[in-house]
């Protein structure tokens, strides 16, 4: 029996032992904290529109920050870092091609304070020249800005019954820059936009076309062009009718004692 005692007794000292060399030189649990990773993807705060831009709309509180993928910057993007008081620099300014929303704001598509809107329109070289229009004279009132369309100038003949008129296409595929609209109301008190002036994009050259015309025609009517048409090279135009150096000479027709001068083609 004292044999079994200290066998028991035995054991339980050596379990102790085991159970403070075990305490003793066991290391504490160690809690591992991930430090934080760089976001796979570099992004850099642009500005862009909030909402819907139109043409000739002005810029005021429409654009924020918005973080931008950095491989995807382009030229003309507004950064904070290059200019963080962009959004008070740009307020007043007008729109001069639309911009969506979320679009990136680019300066290319804005005209500063104080400047004209249709000189911002026009390319280098071209000139904005306006002609009255009615509604029936302009496709139904169907022409907006940037459709591009013929100009043809009809004339009246001689005096004679019943009455005859000349039609001739002066200018083809000019592009119409502004419709200035009116509000009119029909016969049945129902109001309708219509057309009274068009401002169209023309070379100096054509520019002198038209005003010829003008005094020229009975009426000036613009046929409305297809916009797959909008590549195909037309040429100057009716340069016959303007009298300008460098263009062929005039005839003089003499009848019954009247001195006609016919303008003379190129």
């Given at each position: 029996?004292?044999?079994?005692?200290?066998?028991?007794?035995t054991v339980a000292v050596a379990a102790a032992g085991?159970?403070?060399?075990?305490?003793?030189?066991?290391?504490?649990?160690?809690?591992?904290?991930?430090?934080?990773?760089?976001?796979?993807?570099?992004?850099?705060?642009?500005?862009?529109?909030?909402?819907?831009?139109?043409?000739?709309?002005?810029?005021?509180?429409?654009?924020?920050?918005?973080?931008?993928?950095?491989?995807?910057?382009?030229?003309?993007?507004?950064?904070?870092?290059?200019?963080?008081?962009?959004?008070?620099?740009?307020?007043?300014?007008?729109?001069?091609?639309?911009?969506?929303?979320g679009e990136p704001i680019r300066e290319a598509k804005?005209?500063?304070?104080?400047?004209?809107?249709?000189?911002?329109?026009?390319?280098?070289?071209?000139?904005?020249?306006?002609?009255?229009?009615?509604?029936?004279?302009?496709?139904?009132?169907?022409?907006?800005?940037?459709?591009?369309?013929?100009?043809?100038?009809?004339?009246?003949?001689?005096?004679?019954?019943?009455?005859?008129?000349?039609?001739?296409?002066?200018?083809?595929?000019?592009?119409?820059?502004?419709?200035?609209?009116?509000?009119?109301?029909?016969?049945?008190?129902?109001?309708?936009?219509?057309?009274?002036?068009?401002?169209?994009?023309?070379?100096?050259?054509?520019?002198?076309?038209?005003?010829?015309?003008?005094?020229?025609?009975?009426?000036?009517?613009?046929?409305?062009?297809?916009?797959?048409?909008?590549?195909?090279?037309?040429?100057?135009?009716?340069?016959?009718?303007?009298?300008?150096?460098g263009r062929a000479g005039n005839v003089k027709l003499?009848?019954?004692?009247?001195?006609?001068?016919?303008?003379?083609?190129?």
């Amino acid at each position: 029996m004292q044999k079994a005692r200290l066998v028991i007794l035995t054991v339980a000292v050596a379990a102790a032992g085991a159970a403070g060399y075990i305490a003793t030189h066991m290391k504490p649990d160690v809690t591992v904290v991930a430090a934080p990773q760089e976001p796979q993807i570099k992004l850099q705060d642009i500005l862009v529109a909030t909402e819907n831009l139109g043409v000739g709309a002005e810029v005021q509180g429409q654009m924020r920050w918005q973080p931008w993928p950095v491989d995807a910057l382009a030229d003309g993007y507004i950064k904070r870092s290059d200019r963080p008081n962009a959004e008070e620099e740009l307020k007043g300014s007008t729109v001069r091609l639309q911009i969506f929303p979320g679009e990136p704001i680019r300066e290319a598509k804005l005209i500063g304070k104080g400047q004209s809107f249709m000189s911002a329109q026009l390319p280098a070289g071209m000139r904005a020249v306006a002609t009255q229009i009615a509604a029936d004279t302009a496709a139904g009132g169907f022409i907006l800005p940037d459709d591009f369309v013929d100009v043809i100038m009809i004339r009246e003949m001689e005096q004679g019954t019943p009455k005859r008129y000349a039609t001739e296409t002066i200018l083809r595929n000019i592009r119409v820059l502004a419709i200035d609209q009116t509000i009119q109301e029909d016969e049945t008190g129902q109001k309708t936009k219509v057309g009274s002036t068009a401002t169209l994009e023309l070379t100096p050259e054509q520019a002198e076309i038209l005003a010829v015309a003008q005094q020229m025609a009975s009426r000036m009517t613009l046929v409305l062009r297809s916009l797959q048409d909008a590549q195909e090279v037309t040429g100057p135009g009716a340069e016959y009718l303007v009298n300008s150096p460098g263009r062929a000479g005039n005839v003089k027709l003499i009848k019954s004692g009247e001195v006609t001068e016919i303008l003379g083609r190129k």
